[in-house]
């Protein structure tokens, strides 16, 4: 399934070491008990491919760009598994661009194109939340939205756009939940951001407590997201 990285076809990564292609490269980066992983077949009917190649669109109309990502999910057997996210404008710098890639049982790379570096990012660590500092939508803040939210009683409410941008941002611990609690988000905005989060340790589902299933039915039922089992519970 690895022809999928090839849209992030960076020139500098082929400095880093001689290879046969990105894929080469690429799988250099995981340790050797996880090859297995990356060399297993799967029968094509059980994958889907689920792409949306510039989330956070209203967002990069108003000129807030590092909101913006490009998200490829891979799942199996309508579940997601492996995901990649590239956010084309770093938070830090907007001249530098970062992918995230990963999935089940390989945890979670991130691969900074300026420097041509890869760094394994670290799991979380599942303990009692003292706050919750709730990331939710800008784009789509609604009166209805910010009902619900108050049920929540967050200590902080952060609104910044890009579903999976926000989801990147519980994963680096920007906030340690988020919560969409309305229609509106379909499939391809979540696959990736939802493998990713899943391999370095957090928990996901829609608004209704259930699994996300990767079907024939593309709007999903709100989403909730946290760092904790204690606080994904709440």
């Not at 661009?97 to 570096?117: N, P, W």
Request: aromatic share 10%; net charge positive; with cysteine.
């Amino acid at each position: 399934f690895f022809f999928f990285f090839f849209f992030q076809a960076e020139d500098g990564i082929r400095d880093v070491e001689r290879s046969r292609g990105l894929g080469d490269v690429y799988k250099r980066q995981v340790k050797e008990d996880q090859r297995k992983i990356w060399d297993s077949q799967l029968e094509l009917s059980k994958l889907g491919i689920w792409v949306d190649p510039l989330d956070g669109t209203k967002d990069y109309t108003m000129g807030k760009v590092q909101c913006v990502t490009s998200l490829v999910g891979i799942t199996v057997d309508d579940r997601s598994e492996y995901g990649v996210i590239h956010k084309p404008f770093s938070d830090k710098d907007l001249g530098k661009q970062e992918t995230y890639f990963g999935g089940k049982g390989l945890g979670v790379i991130k691969y900074s194109a300026s420097e041509a570096t890869f760094a394994s990012l670290p799991k979380i660590q599942d303990k009692e939340s003292k706050e919750i500092v709730l990331l939710t939508t800008c784009s789509h803040y609604s009166e209805s939205t910010e009902r619900i939210l108050k049920l929540i009683n967050p200590s902080k409410l952060l609104k910044i756009g890009g579903a999976g941008n926000k989801v990147l941002g519980v994963i680096a611990d920007k906030g340690n939940c988020y919560v969409y609690p309305s229609k509106g988000l379909k499939l391809w905005d979540i696959c990736a951001g939802e493998a990713l989060l899943k391999a370095v340790g957090g928990y996901i589902s829609d608004c209704l407590g259930k699994p996300v299933v990767y079907g024939s039915e593309l709007q999903v039922k709100g989403v909730i997201v946290a760092r904790s089992k204690d606080l994904f519970d709440k």
